[in-house]
T-cell receptor, first 115, second 108 residues
């Protein structure tokens, strides 16, 4: 498996502010994803982070709200912009390793509370 | 109809029991299938892949039924440490869809 770290692990933010979450992987990976998991719910894919180009967003998620960067093969950031209480959730980075096109591994998550 | 459906449970079983979960999926062209385990307030972790021929790993057996579009997970001789939420994952064109998970509680 890949070792994935996320920063911050948790944060409490005020409405209207923005938070950038970092995801760092210990080895090169083919794909990086950002998910959201709200209490009692399953994981919802926000977007696929593409190296050196714009992320691919799923229906219901837009770049202005969730800008994503992936400057290299081992690092990505997700920003939650202009936050509202509805953005309170756990945000998870996920990767696929070279040679394992289907298996995914998850970071420990960032627990965000918006007040 | 949801793409991937699971009974949320909870399944409440005594130690040593055998328990089985099913997960149905709607896309007949789905290509790969997995079970993940998620402990409370932790990230999901890959438990095992699921193949039509079946996949066994110790006390855990996973099975895929393409004709009926469901996958199953069987846990034998349940341990207290098996208590967790089990997520079914179905992948199509490299994009996974997660079920809501089935909660398992193993009690003494």
């Amino acid at each position: 498996s890949a070792v994935i770290s996320q920063k911050p692990s948790r944060d409490i933010c005020q409405r209207g502010t923005s938070l950038t979450i970092q995801c760092q992987v210990d080895s090169q990976v083919t794909m990086m994803f950002w998910y959201r998991q709200q209490p009692g719910q399953s994981l919802t894919l926000i977007a696929t982070a593409n190296q050196g180009s714009e992320a691919t967003y799923e229906s219901g998620f837009v770049i202005d709200k969730f800008p994503i960067s992936r400057p290299n093969l081992t690092f990505s950031t997700l920003t939650v912009s202009n936050m509202s209480p509805e953005d309170s959730s756990i945000y998870l980075c996920s990767v696929r390793r070279v040679g394992s096109p289907y298996e995914q591994y998850f970071g420990p998550g960032t627990r965000l509370t918006v007040t | 109809r949801k793409e991937v459906e699971q009974d949320p449970g909870p399944f409440n079983v005594p130690e040593g029991a055998t328990v089985a979960f099913n997960c149905t999926y709607s896309n007949s062209a789905s290509q790969s299938f997995f079970w993940y385990r998620q402990d409370c307030r932790k990230e999901p972790k890959l438990l095992m892949s699921v193949y039509s021929s079946g996949n066994e790993d110790g006390r855990f057996t996973a099975q895929l039924n393409r004709a009926s579009q469901y996958i199953s997970l069987l846990i034998r001789d349940s341990k207290l440490s098996d208590s967790a939420t089990y997520l079914c994952v179905v992948t199509f064109l490299y994009i996974p869809t997660f079920g809501r998970g089935t909660s398992l509680i193993v009690h003494p």
